[in-house]
């Protein structure tokens, strides 16, 4: 251990978002559901059901014809400060502020030190708070667990708009009292006011050459711009007068503290200085030189202070973080050890975590690489309140923004922009817009604004109604990338696959020619109840076929079916009279249909309309659901549905049948799943792509 408070390079938990597995040093596993009960002082049954129920983070390892479980203690933690889960019979402790997930006391563990009577009140209390809480048993309510940023600008029937700007934007802020976009233009130099209620260029205001940092007052409105050439520019919101801070030093950041009162000025060759934005009173700080990144506490407690050359006790490539504790500024930690040159800092909105973008670190050859999970982009994550490192891990870009709670963070870079799940790491969100360079969301989230090289993009938020959590295997939402959100089982682009607008957001896009996206490696479907769905749109119905004289085509929608005989597994397909089919087994569709293996829907397939197709497979039947609405069902004939083959989608190893047209939304489930939960996964989409409203 770094006696900065660092953690160093082979300490670190190293998880690559990319593919779900982890890399970690073998004592940090937790390798049974038993020890992972025991690191939460829980039984077996109660961790299982948060796997199952909360998305607690548990990962499998396939061995043949079974798998093992592990866990790792940092995202137990992460899983933890945001869930605050249910115990048995009992609700845990409210956490106290600033402690860390593994230093919070529980409830059952105190319980032997509180008064008999405290102990009484303390099971009402729960009993009363479990009942209230508790969801009908027979539903999965459509509950909306965040926000999609592009979401409805980027489905069907909507688009995004864009607002040119006299120059390249360098970065945004949003005034919230004012209605104002404030966007920093460096040629020439300007700050442009966008009016977010008419969505056009209310003013422009000269500024000095070469602006690079923004900070908007929550108390009054003031603007702060900090300029390479070497002052900071304070401009009044309502009157858009200027006045000029004189400090010295070209600025490379500036940090304003919560109540507006203190500006922090960081100079890579002269220094950190802190200014009365009051008075214009101007104090240096005695720190090394090079700060270049500055990041404060939502409670204004903490000034994070990133370096460039080094830093106290870093070196070429593994420059340190210092931390100070406000108002008093004195320094109480130095984080190091890790790779890092000087990049952006922002903290958590709950102020939990501090997340560093690395620079090039893991990226230029003149740095040694160490700790580096590879070649590339990483951000640090550290715990605020131990001060020290929990992962280090890759990235598509600098980190830009949080939104929704904490719960995503946006990054930027100059291939677009991505959100990522601040929780799992997983990319949500993907779009391709060049150069962007800022984020900035309303306060009441429903909009986005993005800086990019031809203006700002403006974004229609979508309340991101996903499908219900209890029993989720999977989920693919095709939100310009291929990823798995439940379980990190991303899919690979086959053909010409593409994203374009879906019924949610994005979708993928297949031709009907050799297009279709495919999981490899995918967790066992036992005989267990399970049960898959999508939204599917076709472009066209199919071709003529020779050999059967139809106007149509068969197109698998979601598969797993086993190449070779008997061909386990089962398909979720249009057949080539337009109906639509789940079944299990056999060779090709029309086989699995004489043999009593599926079953088809009433409803058919019309070219250009999104339908919600469901597969279930319960334990004595299997059933087809469209738009919510049940179809058909007969009785299940088993012995071939456990299935070894990779999952496909728009296309199968066996009936090839490519899908033209789109997918979106495609969720696995491994538990039963009523038609009362079926209808309620299809109104969470109705819901999503509907005009908006409150949920």
């Not at 800022?438 to 996903?466: M, R």
Request: aromatic share 8%; net charge negative.
């Amino acid at each position: 251990m770094a006696t900065d408070g660092g953690v160093r390079p082979e300490q670190q938990d190293i998880r690559v978002p990319g593919n779900g597995e982890p890399l970690d040093r073998a004592d940090e596993r937790l390798v049974s559901w038993k020890d992972i009960a025991g690191y939460f002082q829980r039984q077996v049954r109660t961790v299982q059901r948060w796997e199952r129920e909360e998305g607690l983070p548990v990962h499998r390892h396939q061995h043949k014809d079974r798998a093992s479980v592990y866990a790792l203690k940092s995202e137990l933690d992460v899983w933890l400060k945001a869930h605050n889960p249910q115990g048995e019979g009992q609700v845990a402790e409210e956490p106290e502020q600033n402690q860390t997930p593994h230093d919070r006391p529980w409830m059952g563990l105190r319980a032997g030190l509180w008064l008999a009577a405290i102990v009484v009140l303390a099971v009402a209390l729960a009993a009363t708070v479990l009942i209230l809480s508790r969801r009908p048993a027979n539903r999965l309510a459509a509950q909306p667990t965040g926000i999609r940023l592009f979401g409805k600008s980027l489905t069907e029937g909507h688009r995004f708009r864009s607002v040119p700007l006299p120059g390249i934007p360098e970065a945004v802020s949003i005034n919230p009292s004012r209605n104002e976009l404030y966007i920093l233009i460096r040629t020439p130099s300007l700050l442009a006011i966008l009016d977010t209620a008419t969505g056009r260029i209310s003013a422009t205001v000269p500024i000095p050459p070469e602006p690079g940092a923004l900070e908007v007052s929550p108390s009054n409105g003031q603007v702060f711009v900090g300029h390479y050439g070497g002052d900071v520019t304070v401009i009044e919101a309502e009157s858009r007068q200027t006045r000029h801070l004189e400090v010295g030093s070209p600025v490379t950041d500036i940090a304003l503290t919560p109540d507006g009162k203190r500006l922090y000025v960081a100079m890579e060759r002269g220094g950190l200085k802190r200014v009365s934005v009051d008075t214009g009173e101007q104090k240096r700080l005695p720190v090394v030189p090079c700060p270049v990144k500055l990041a404060v506490s939502p409670d204004g407690s903490r000034l994070y202070v990133n370096y460039q050359c080094g830093g106290p006790g870093g070196r070429l490539g593994h420059d340190t973080i210092e931390v100070f504790e406000l108002p008093s500024e004195r320094s109480i930690a130095v984080m190091g050890g890790f790779p890092n040159v000087g990049g952006e800092i922002r903290v958590s909105p709950d102020g939990s975590y501090l997340w560093a973008f690395s620079g090039q670190a893991c990226v230029e050859s003149i740095y040694d690489g160490v700790g580096c999970p590879g070649r590339g982009l990483i951000i640090n994550l550290f715990n605020t309140q131990s001060n020290s490192l929990l992962r280090t891990f890759p990235v598509p870009g600098e980190i830009d923004t949080f939104f929704d709670r904490g719960s995503r963070a946006v990054l930027c870079d100059m291939n677009g922009v991505n959100v990522i799940d601040t929780i799992s790491l997983f990319v949500r969100e993907t779009l391709p817009l060049p150069d962007a360079c800022g984020v900035a969301l309303s306060p009441d989230q429903q909009s986005a604004y993005i800086a990019f090289d031809k203006g700002v993009a403006v974004f229609e938020t979508a309340y991101a109604c996903n499908p219900p959590e209890n029993g989720l295997a999977s989920f693919w939402p095709a939100d310009g990338n291929p990823n798995d959100l439940r379980r990190g089982y991303h899919v690979g682009l086959r053909g010409d696959t593409r994203f374009g607008a879906g019924r949610i957001g994005q979708a993928f896009v297949f031709d009907g020619s050799t297009d279709y996206a495919e999981a490899a490696d995918l967790y066992g479907i036992e005989n267990a109840p399970f049960a898959v769905a999508a939204w599917v749109k076709f472009n066209s119905l199919g071709e003529p076929l020779r050999d059967a004289g139809t106007e149509q085509s068969p197109m698998s929608i979601v598969a797993r079916v086993e190449p070779a005989a008997p061909n386990r597994g089962w398909r979720l397909a249009k057949t080539d009279t337009g109906q639509f089919l789940f079944c299990n087994g056999k060779q090709s569709m029309a086989q699995c249909l004489a043999a009593g293996k599926g079953v088809l829907s009433q409803t058919r397939a019309v070219a250009g309309q999104w339908f919600h197709v469901t597969g279930v497979q319960d334990r004595d039947s299997i059933s087809i659901f469209v738009n919510g609405i049940l179809e058909a069902k007969r009785p299940l004939t088993l012995g071939e549905i456990k299935a070894t083959a990779n999952l496909t989608i728009g296309g199968n190893n066996v009936d090839s049948a490519f899908l033209n047209g789109l997918v979106d939304e495609v969720v696995l489930y491994h538990t039963r799943v009523s038609p009362d939960q079926v209808r309620s996964l299809y109104e969470a989409g109705n819901q999503s792509a509907a005009p908006r409203r409150a949920h």
